[in-house]
Structure formats: C-alpha cells, structure tokens
C-alpha cells in the first residue's frame, strides 16, 4: 500500500487466498521470526472487514446546496 499523496510506502499490505487452509498456511510461513522482507522482520494478521462510514452514502440538503 502506498500513500495517494507521497506515493511512499505505508507499511503494510493485503494478500488473498483461495481459502482459509492457503491463508493459514501462508500466515503460519511468514510469521517466523527467520523470515525477513528486506531484512526486516513481518507480522501477519487477519484483516477485519472495512467498517462502513458513518453517513457515507447519504447527502445531506441545506438551505437548497449540498453538503
């Protein structure tokens, strides 16, 4: 993941799996502390579903102008 901004890294990522087996296979491998990403050390955890927004479909009307 990249910042829309800076275009620098975040630090973090997302990866999918064919099913739940593949991903605790991989989050299993990756979780050792041998295993390094330009020599820095990883940790993998599940990713919680995005939350929505409070109001984030909504328009809301005031006065005749959109807000």
Same mark, same amino acid.
């Given at each position: 993941?990249?910042? /829309? %901004?800076?275009?620098? *890294?975040?630090? !973090?990522?997302?990866? %999918? $799996? !064919?099913?739940? &087996? &593949? @991903?605790?296979?991989?989050?299993?491998?990756? *979780?050792?502390?041998? !295993?390094?990403?330009?020599?820095? %050390?990883?940790?993998?955890? #599940?990713? %919680?579903? /995005?939350?929505?927004?409070? $109001?984030?479909?909504?328009? #809301?009307?005031? *006065?005749?102008? @959109?807000?």
């Amino acid at each position: 993941m990249v910042d /829309k %901004e800076t275009g620098a *890294s975040r630090g !973090f990522g997302f990866l %999918e $799996f !064919f099913n739940n &087996a &593949a @991903a605790d296979a991989a989050r299993h491998y990756l *979780s050792r502390p041998d !295993f390094r990403i330009h020599d820095r %050390e990883i940790t993998v955890t #599940w990713a %919680e579903p /995005k939350r929505p927004e409070p $109001f984030q479909d909504q328009v #809301w009307v005031c *006065s005749g102008v @959109a807000v």
